[in-house]
């Protein structure tokens, strides 16, 4: 199975125009993040789903949405771009029906917005 | 706010042990879980605990103290391929994961 695909692998972004970091996921998993990664900072959680229909802020919500229109896919969308959101996305998930939890992530989507 | 603290990085010889600490705050306890992450790559799973005591697989062993707020990492019989980036994650009381800013570890011929 691929487990959890992201696209594109990476982008760069002129500052203020808009875009959506794609995650689809064909582990049946209830449960879906996304995360930003930054050196020295490390993962740091944007926005989650416990489930289709549901979603949450995370630690660092401001300048992104997402949706979950259903169980496999869970956009995330920037507004209106800005420098500092230049990073590295990483969308993970998990089937939250089990004790353990466990978080399995995407390959990435390197961005830069310039 | 979450403070997961673990040491930057660490150099050991191809062969030998390695220790990373991680020492945690949390707004409650749900497991911590430590993770691999290659340069470029996706952090994998490595290990969870979420009762006091040592958790061993293979090379790698995991160790928690919730008392302390203390786990660490032990990798033994270290392979060039060990070099990579550790991640101390906490999962809190509303189950969200904390991540540490992770350990880069050098393994050297």
């Known amino acids: 199975t691929a487990g959890i695909t992201q696209a594109p692998t990476s982008q760069i972004l002129a500052a203020g125009r808009s875009m959506t970091l794609r995650c689809t996921q064909d582990?049946?998993?209830?449960?879906m993040y996304w995360y930003r990664q930054d050196l020295g900072l490390g993962l740091r959680l944007i926005h989650y789903?416990?489930?289709?229909?549901?979603?949450g802020k995370g630690e660092v919500p401001d300048g992104y949405s997402v949706s979950r229109a259903n169980t496999d896919d869970f956009p995330l969308t920037l507004a209106s771009a800005v420098p500092s959101q230049t990073s590295v996305y990483f969308c993970?998930?998990?089937?939250?029906?089990?004790?353990?939890?466990?978080?399995?992530f995407g390959p990435g989507t390197r961005l830069t917005v310039l | 706010g979450q403070n997961i603290d673990q040491p930057t990085e660490m150099t050991a010889t191809e062969g030998a042990i390695v220790q990373i600490n991680c020492t945690y705050q949390?707004?409650?306890?749900?497991?911590l879980f430590w993770y691999q992450q290659h340069a470029g790559e996706a952090p994998t799973f490595l290990s969870y605990?979420?009762?006091?005591g040592l958790e061993e697989k293979g090379r790698f062993s995991s160790f928690l103290s919730r008392s302390k707020g203390y786990s660490y990492l032990l990798l033994k019989e270290l392979q060039m391929k060990d070099s990579a980036s550790y991640l101390c994650?906490?999962?809190?009381?509303?189950?969200?994961?904390?991540f540490g800013a992770g350990t880069t570890v050098t393994v050297r011929a």
């Open positions: 605990n979420v009762l006091d």
């Open positions: 949390t707004s409650g306890f749900n497991g």
């Open positions: 993970a998930s998990s089937d939250s029906g089990l004790a353990t939890d466990t978080q399995y």
């Open positions: 789903s416990n489930t289709a229909g549901t979603t």
């Open positions: 582990m049946r998993h209830n449960a």
């Open positions: 994650a906490v999962r809190d009381g509303d189950y969200k994961l904390s």
